[in-house]
Nanobody, 116 residues
Framework: QVQLVESGGGLVQAGGSLRLSCAAS????????MGWYRQAPGKQRELVAVIISGGRTNYGDSVKGRFTISRDNAKNTVYLQMNSLKPEDAGVYYCTAGRFLPGDYWGQGTQVTVSS
């Protein structure tokens, strides 16, 4: 089994930055693809960023150029550096992992609040 534990959420002013972390435990094969999704109240969960073990990344259109996903394979940890935050970036951010694509396993989520 895989366990994912997010941290780093909180309250930040618009224009500010936050860095989220997701510590993973379990089979390394199931951690090949890791990523972040977010969900705002009343909205569907949406892709934020994905990173594959070789380093390939993919970002949601709304965060390109502002957010950066990275991973430390030795620590089984994935990070999300969020810069130039906007009020519309607020929501619960979920870490996810999978063998080929993220989505097999999910963390409990961490709240990000952006004040205008």
């Amino acid at each position: 089994q895989v366990q994912l534990v997010e941290s780093g959420g909180g309250l930040v002013q618009a224009g500010g930055s936050l860095r989220l972390s997701c510590a993973a435990s379990g089979s390394r094969f199931m951690l090949n693809a890791m990523g972040w999704y977010r969900q705002a109240p009343g909205k569907q969960r949406e892709l934020v960023a994905v990173i594959i073990s070789g380093g390939r990344t993919n970002y949601g259109d709304s965060v390109k150029g502002r957010f950066t996903i990275s991973r430390d394979n030795a620590k089984n940890t994935v990070y999300l550096q969020m810069n130039s935050l906007k009020p519309e970036d607020a929501g619960v951010y979920y870490c996810t992992a999978g063998r080929f694509l993220p989505g097999d396993y999910w963390g409990q989520g961490t709240q990000v609040t952006v004040s205008s």
